[in-house]
């Protein structure tokens, strides 16, 4: 049974930051590109970041580039989202989503696996 498990959301003020931890498990988990995904109130679902399982290569969406990073510990079978000058529209569920094969990382369709999602609220 594959599971996705969100953590690391929260309130925080803006320009603060918060760190965001999916840990997996029931999958291969080095072969997955794991992705970052948002919903904002009243928004529809949008991408934030991937990263691919083998090459460990980045995907960000413009609006998060250069505040967000994410990264993997292929040992822990956990994603992260480092997210760093927050700003009030940063205000989202966040999901964590798992594809095998990777092909369009910015394309949630795509995703094979999907977390519970962790609120983040940024205030002003």
């Known amino acids: 049974q594959v599971q996705l498990v969100e953590s690391g959301g929260g309130l925080v003020q803006a320009g603060g930051s918060l760190r965001l931890s999916c840990a997996t498990s029931?999958?291969?988990?080095?072969?997955?590109?794991m992705g970052w995904f948002r919903q904002g109130p009243g928004k529809e679902r949008e991408f934030v970041a991937a990263?691919?399982?083998?090459?460990?290569?980045?995907y960000y969406a413009d609006s998060v580039k250069g505040r967000f990073t994410i990264s993997r510990d292929n040992a822990k079978n956990t994603v992260y989202l480092q997210m760093n000058s927050l700003k009030p529209e940063d205000t989202a569920v966040y999901y964590c989503?798992?594809?095998?094969?990777?092909?369009?990382?910015?394309?949630?369709?795509?995703?094979?696996?999907w977390g519970q999602g962790t609120q983040v609220t940024v205030s002003s």
């Open positions: 989503a798992a594809d095998v094969y990777g092909s369009t990382p910015r394309d949630g369709r795509k995703y094979n696996y």
């Open positions: 029931g999958l291969t988990f080095s072969i997955y590109t």
């Open positions: 990263i691919r399982g083998t090459s460990s290569y980045t």
